[in-house]
């Protein structure tokens, strides 16, 4: 069974940083690109991020090109999102997700909610 | 940037009934390679995302046939014949055809 679960969430004051972690199982993680997609609390979802299944190639929205670094680690089946400089406007839920190519989004996580403030 | 815009915002059914989304970008979403890279997902409330559709009319493994994805270019449409209770929720419209992918805004499916 595929399974994708998040952590590292939680309140972070502005400009500071936090790393998030999806742990992946049930399939063969570098066999797959993985993403992140984020949802402010009661608005729609936005994709921040996506890196290839070799961690060569990684893609951003533009407004978390040069604070927001994603990566992945292959022989932990791990993904991360690593976000400095935190803005209040980044406050949300992030889900994990499994990317078929440029096909689809076919798993995704519970998510881990991301609240930055004072 | 493209936009993706879903109409209407929100739709009221009655269980049994068809319902349609329409999802309308600014640029043809067809990429270089012949594919179009529009997905459908249905996020229930207090859950994730789930994924309906992909490359426009795809039905992923499991979903219902009464969900029926159309369209090309720039205008796409996703119908529900005979809405059941379990497909209320916010479905989005996604492109993955041009840098940066965006989402639609998304379209609250409610009881009448």
């Known amino acids: 069974e595929v399974q994708l679960v998040e952590s590292g969430g939680g309140l972070v004051q502005p400009g500071r940083s936090m790393k998030l972690s999806c742990a992946a199982s049930?399939?063969?993680?570098?066999?797959?690109?993985m993403a992140w997609v984020c949802q402010a609390p009661k608005k729609g979802l936005e994709w921040v991020a996506t890196i290839s299944y070799d961690g060569s190639s990684t893609y951003y929205r533009d407004s978390v090109k040069g604070r927001f670094t994603i990566s992945r680690d292959n022989a932990k089946s791990t993904l991360y999102l690593q976000m400095d400089s935190l803005r209040s406007e980044d406050t949300a839920t992030y889900y994990c997700?499994?990317?078929?190519?440029?096909?689809?989004?076919?798993?995704w996580g519970q998510g881990v909610m991301v609240t930055v403030s004072s | 940037d493209v936009v993706l815009t879903q109409t209407p915002v929100s739709l009221s059914v009655t269980l049994g009934d068809q319902a349609s989304i329409s999802c309308r970008s600014s640029q043809s979403l067809e990429y270089s390679d012949g594919y179009t890279y529009l997905e459908w997902y249905l996020q229930k409330p207090g859950q994730s995302p789930q994924l309906l559709i992909y490359?426009?009319?795809n039905r992923f493994s499991g979903v219902p046939d009464r969900f029926i994805g159309s369209g090309s270019g720039t205008d796409f449409t996703l119908k529900i014949s005979r809405v059941e209770p379990e497909d209320l929720g916010v479905y989005y419209c996604f492109q993955a055809t041009h840098d940066p992918w965006t989402f639609g805004g998304g379209t609250k499916l409610e009881l009448k």
């Open positions: 490359e426009v009319s």
């Open positions: 997700a499994r990317r078929r190519a440029r096909d689809y989004f076919d798993y």
């Open positions: 049930g399939f063969t993680f570098n066999n797959y690109d």
